[in-house]
């Protein structure tokens, strides 16, 4: 946390609908990433963006999208193509130019009924 | 691709006891980072190793890089109920991004 925030915390979508997690830092941070958790897993990326107007695919980008319109902002789309949407979504942040430690927001746990 | 391997998966230990958890790379490592995560939580930066072979000291924390920079472990001395959670090495491979480990799931008996 301190400066990334993810809203809402808890989230409810009927399956087939798309939905979209809020990712907003305050950080001036460059890069931006999104992240999936399953329960006992570790995390896997599914996107991010290293500047404004610029992402790349990550490990798991079949059925999400993404956009980075604003540097402050990098919002994720969950698609109805995502067969197993149901996880804990996590966004993170970091400034280029340094290492590569990530600051972690709050998450947001998405439950597809 | 990069692969970093975790073990164990959980680990259940009585108050005071040891803890370690062990992380292995498929390819040599720029720098290795550790993460921890309490339960509903979301995970936070504890350190980064950049060294071959380099030991790092956060009160009852041991952090060890290995020389050929493809391992690293994370080893708690007298374990308090503030330590349960989630750990993660996150490995970064030279001009990559970011790897994350599976974790170690630590719980802690009182």
């Known amino acids: 946390d301190g400066g990334i925030t993810q809203s809402p915390k808890y989230l409810f979508r009927k399956e087939g609908q798309n939905v979209t997690l809020s990712c907003e830092q305050n950080?001036?941070?460059?890069?931006m990433y999104w992240y999936r958790q399953d329960p006992g897993q570790g995390l896997r990326l599914i996107y991010y963006?290293?500047?404004?107007?610029?992402?790349q695919k990550g490990d798991i980008a079949e059925g999400y999208s993404v956009s980075r319109e604003k540097k402050e902002s990098f919002p994720l789309t969950v698609t109805s193509a995502q067969k197993n949407p149901t996880a804990f979504y996590l966004c993170?942040?970091?400034?280029?130019?340094?290492?590569?430690?990530?600051?972690f927001g709050p998450g947001t746990r998405l439950t597809v009924l | 691709g990069q692969q970093v391997m975790q073990i164990p998966q959980y680990q259940h230990v009585q108050e005071g006891e040891d803890f370690t958890t062990y992380c292995n790379s498929s390819?040599?490592?720029?720098?290795i980072q550790w993460y921890k995560q309490r339960p509903g939580g979301h995970p936070v930066f504890l350190i980064q190793?950049?060294?071959?072979?380099e030991v790092k000291k956060q009160k009852r924390l041991t952090f060890q890089f290995g020389e050929a920079k493809k391992n690293s472990s994370l080893h708690i001395t007298a374990t308090q109920t503030t330590d349960v959670g989630t750990y993660f090495c996150?490995?970064?491979?030279?001009?990559?991004?970011?790897?994350f480990g599976a974790g170690t799931i630590l719980r802690v008996k009182s």
């Open positions: 993170a942040s970091r400034t280029t130019g340094t290492t590569d430690t990530q600051y």
């Open positions: 950080l001036n941070h460059d890069a």
């Open positions: 963006s290293q500047i404004v107007n610029d992402f």
């Open positions: 390819t040599t490592l720029s720098n």
């Open positions: 190793l950049v060294k071959s072979g």
């Open positions: 996150a490995g970064v491979e030279y001009g990559n991004k970011l790897v």
